[in-house]
């Protein structure tokens, strides 16, 4: 079966934008920027930024060093793009992934933000899993709880 194209002038479905050729394009989807989906990542990103630059900070002997400096604005805006695409992702998920996916992004951030003071690497593994349990749980059950 054929579609035949719109003819120029006719009536068209309101809010959908019209190509050059006349005919309708998806809607693009834009970033609200009060959405708490994307300023909250963007607060947590200069928080934790600051926090990786504060401890890799102490762990120097108290000098402010250019490493730590930018190991706290890499370490942030990682942190940042990566909140931002789970909140934006997430939705999409089930219970299970999306919990999965906050808790590998929990344990991962934790568990490195652990390791720069300068314990062992299985103390910091052991404190990111037992982090990532705890939010991978309760993200699940949150989810579980409000899906339709």
């Given at each position: 079966?054929?579609?035949?194209a ?11 934008p ?7 394009r998806?809607p693009?989807?834009?970033i ?11 607060l947590?990103g200069?928080v ?9 900070r102490d762990?120097a002997?108290?000098?402010?060093t ?5 190991l706290?604005?890499v370490?942030g805006?990682l942190?940042?793009?990566v909140?931002?695409g789970?909140?934006r992702?997430a ?5 299970g992934p999306r919990?999965?996916a906050?808790?590998v ?11 720069q003071t300068?314990?062992?690497v ?7 899993l037992?982090?990532a349990f705890?939010v991978g749980a ?8 409000n899906?339709?």
């Amino acid at each position: 079966m054929t579609h035949a194209a719109p003819a120029p002038g006719a009536p068209r479905t309101p809010g959908t934008p019209r190509t050059a050729a006349g005919r309708h394009r998806a809607p693009r989807a834009t970033i609200d920027p009060r959405a708490s989906g994307t300023w909250i990542p963007v607060l947590a990103g200069i928080v934790y930024g600051f926090w990786i630059a504060g401890i890799s900070r102490d762990a120097a002997g108290y000098q402010v060093t250019g490493w730590n400096i930018l190991l706290g604005f890499v370490s942030g805006i990682l942190f940042a793009a990566v909140a931002f695409g789970l909140h934006r992702a997430a939705p999409a998920l089930r219970a299970g992934p999306r919990a999965l996916a906050w808790a590998v992004f929990a344990g991962l951030a934790f568990g490195f933000c652990y390791s720069q003071t300068g314990h062992s690497v299985l103390r910091s593994s052991g404190i990111a899993l037992a982090v990532a349990f705890g939010v991978g749980a309760t993200v699940y059950y949150h989810t579980y709880v409000n899906e339709d």
